[in-house]
């Protein structure tokens, strides 16, 4: 089978929402190509790194790339990919350069090339990420593992975002709590809480794609009989208190839903947001002061912002 190799050349600042735009055309999976890599300084605890080649990377920006299947749709799919990453400029997101190629791949070449960016990671004192074809033997006895195919939704789970969402869960979970996660993607954060002691989960995300990935992981994980996967927009139509609610998604849809976050949340139960870019910050520090929430928390990581809020 052929495939189309798409790449982007585009900013930091816009990874994530491309990356979203990509997934629900159809990608199995992105590469992200980022030149900070080569000369990014990691604490010792963040596992093994694979050896990097800078022919491998631009000089400037962050390119990603992405896979589609060559068939009668293939031009339709890429042109509607163009003008959804061009309406993006709509939410103030820098775009960069904004190139956009094509180019063929054998299958056997996709199948396999991608895997060599992909290596156990531990991004925070208790979580390490496992791709699934790899071996690995924790390092301490309360060392939890997530076990990931990136192949199946949103890459490894190391995007500072994410790794963000999972320190603050590690902080804030507590045996017993009831979780949600807003636009699980694939399933990565209703894991950690699981594993973290969480009595019940509940895993949304409106893109059915995501909806199935999700479900994927969360059976590689042995959780699903702790997390419940489900389409939905949001928290519309959720009812049941929980202890904490997590959301890693884009700035302008978390001030969508503050005001469902806090009618859910129990007295005392925090509200973690991430996937917000520093412009974004104030306006989402805003518009949760404004439905309630005391700010408790505003960490920074590769110039992602992540804000934990707790309601009194």
């Not at 992105?30 to 010792?44: A, H, S």
């Not at 807003?182 to 594993?195: E, F, P, R, Y």
């Not at 002691?197 to 479900?215: F, H, K, Y």
């Not at 700010?295 to 992602?304: F, K, P, Q, S």
């Amino acid at each position: 089978m052929k495939w189309s190799e798409i790449s982007i050349h585009t900013t930091h600042e816009a990874v994530e929402a491309i990356s979203n735009i990509l997934h629900e055309a159809g990608a199995g999976g992105v590469v992200i190509e980022d030149p900070y890599d080569l000369v990014k300084e990691r604490d010792d605890w963040y596992g093994e790194i694979v050896e990097l080649n800078p022919d491998d990377y631009p000089e400037e920006g962050v390119i990603i790339k992405a896979y589609l299947p060559v068939n009668s749709f293939l031009g339709e799919t890429v042109e509607q990919i163009k003008q959804a990453i061009n309406n993006l400029w709509m939410y103030d997101i820098d775009l960069g350069k904004n190139k956009i190629t094509l180019s063929e791949v054998n299958e056997e070449e996709w199948a396999t090339a991608w895997k060599k960016h992909y290596h156990p990671v531990k991004v925070s004192e208790k979580f390490t990420i496992v791709p699934t074809w790899e071996t690995y033997e924790p390092a301490s006895s309360d060392e939890l593992i997530i076990e990931m195919d990136p192949g199946m939704a949103f890459g490894t789970g190391t995007h500072p975002t994410t790794v963000m969402c999972l320190q603050a869960l590690e902080k804030y979970v507590r045996p017993g709590d009831h979780v949600i996660d807003v636009g699980t993607g694939s399933g990565i954060l209703s894991i950690a809480a699981a594993m973290l002691g969480a009595r019940s989960v509940r895993a949304l995300d409106l893109d059915p794609v995501a909806v199935d990935s999700a479900r994927l992981n969360v059976k590689l994980n042995k959780v699903q009989h702790i997390v419940t996967v489900s389409q939905n927009n949001l928290l519309d139509h959720i009812e049941e208190p929980a202890d904490v609610i997590v959301a890693n998604i884009l700035a302008e849809i978390i001030l969508r839903f503050t005001g469902d976050a806090y009618r859910l949340l129990k007295p005392g139960g925090r509200f973690i947001t991430s996937g917000i870019i520093q412009a974004k910050k104030q306006d989402v520090k805003d518009g949760l002061l404004a439905a309630g929430f005391a700010i408790e928390e505003i960490n920074v990581l590769e110039d992602w912002v992540a804000v934990v809020a707790m309601k009194p």
